[in-house]
């Protein structure tokens, strides 16, 4: 196969989303909760009450190098289930794949960054996020 040939293969390829791209440069961008150590959510925290789960959790990442994260708790009383939302916020690093949270209260999680999926522990529990 000639050159051109084979450019132009990779080029259409790569237009319809078959051909990787490589780790992402900008992990820029919205990030949804997948699993929570191998489990779909809503996902019961080890060790917590039994009426106490992640139901969601939201990572931000901006261009200025900034992020908000949100963790939807589910707790469940005797009144019934309620949605509680958890905000934090920082500054990250990337050096592609890996990925430095650096969260306003001081805790820092590390994970990486590839093809639009997100990895990391944070409370002793693996987490997964999708693009």
Do not use: W
């Not at 078959?18 to 990030?31: E, K, M, S, V």
């Not at 590390?110 to 996020?129: C, I, K, Q, S, Y």
């Amino acid at each position: 196969m000639n050159v051109l040939r084979r450019v132009s293969l990779a080029v259409l390829l790569s237009a319809c989303g078959l051909l990787g791209t490589g780790p992402d440069d900008d992990p820029a961008g919205r990030y949804e909760l997948s699993l929570v150590n191998g489990s779909p959510a809503p996902y019961r925290i080890p060790g917590s009450a039994t009426g106490i789960k992640i139901a969601g959790r939201i990572v931000v990442l901006t261009r200025q190098k900034t992020f908000q994260d949100e963790v939807t708790l589910q707790v469940t009383t005797a009144s019934g289930m309620h949605l509680v939302p958890i905000l934090r916020a920082g500054t990250y690093r990337h050096d592609v794949p890996r990925l430095t949270l650096d969260f306003e209260d001081g805790n820092v999680v590390e994970g990486e960054v590839d093809r639009g999926t997100m990895t990391f522990t944070d409370g002793g529990m693996d987490f997964v996020l999708k693009r």
